[in-house]
Each structure stands twice: as structure tokens, then as C-alpha cells.
């Protein structure tokens, strides 16, 4: 049974181990379209923008960014992505083919007695 997730793409260039801002995201936009055109799953699952298409399987996501990432030492990109099981979140971040995931940690607050009885 094939598992869909939402995924967001956001490439950031980096100046030593800040992210710069831009004035142009163009060359933003031309690396996520680099992507959308190298893997089919890519351009089913995002935007021209990096944005999520909707639900999709990019079950490579994050190989594929991996690889296509050497090419762009100095860019840090940001895979956000949220599967259709309640609390499958995560972020994953690339640099030069480098990866660390980030899984979502879903909390609860016990309750809070003392502002129920003031209310």
C-alpha cells in the first residue's frame, strides 16, 4: 500500500554558517525547478515554488536532494515533510550531500488545575 505525504522544498544559500538573504530568489527558484526536472516524484509532489502539490510519494526525497545538493556546496536545503499518519513530521536538512533528520516531538501540557478553578 503506497504511504503519501506533503512535502515542501526551501533551498537557502549560506555565507559561512548563516543563511543570506536575498534580494532575487531566482536562483532559488531555478535550483527547486532543477529538482522538479531531475526526479519525477519531485515534480508530482512540489510547486515551481517549492511548495506542496498536494499528497504524493517522494520516497527518495531525501537521497535525491543528497545528491543534488554537491553541485551546491553553499546552499543548505530544507525537505519539509508531513505523511498522512497523525504526528509523521519531520525536517530534513541537506548540505553537500550531508543529511540530519528532524522528527517532529508532539506534546501534550498536563493540565493546569489552578486556571481552571480561577476561570
Not at 544559500?13 to 516524484?41: H, M, S
Request: hydrophobic share 40%.
Amino acid at each position: 500500500m503506497a504511504y503519501n505525504s506533503y512535502y515542501t522544498l526551501s533551498p537557502r544559500f549560506l555565507i559561512g554558517n548563516k543563511v543570506a538573504a536575498l534580494a532575487d530568489e531566482t536562483p532559488l527558484l531555478d535550483i527547486i525547478e532543477e529538482v522538479r526536472n531531475t526526479f519525477p516524484d519531485a515534480c508530482y509532489c512540489l510547486t515551481k515554488e517549492g511548495e506542496s502539490n498536494g499528497r504524493g510519494k517522494w520516497y527518495e526525497c531525501s537521497e535525491n536532494i543528497a545528491a543534488i545538493s554537491k553541485k551546491y556546496p553553499n546552499v543548505l536545503f530544507i525537505i519539509h515533510r508531513e505523511g498522512e499518519d497523525s504526528g509523521d513530521i519531520e525536517n530534513v536538512y541537506i548540505l553537500n550531500g550531508k543529511v540530519q533528520v528532524a522528527k517532529a516531538i508532539l506534546t501534550i501540557p498536563t493540565v493546569d488545575i489552578d486556571a481552571l478553578l480561577k476561570g
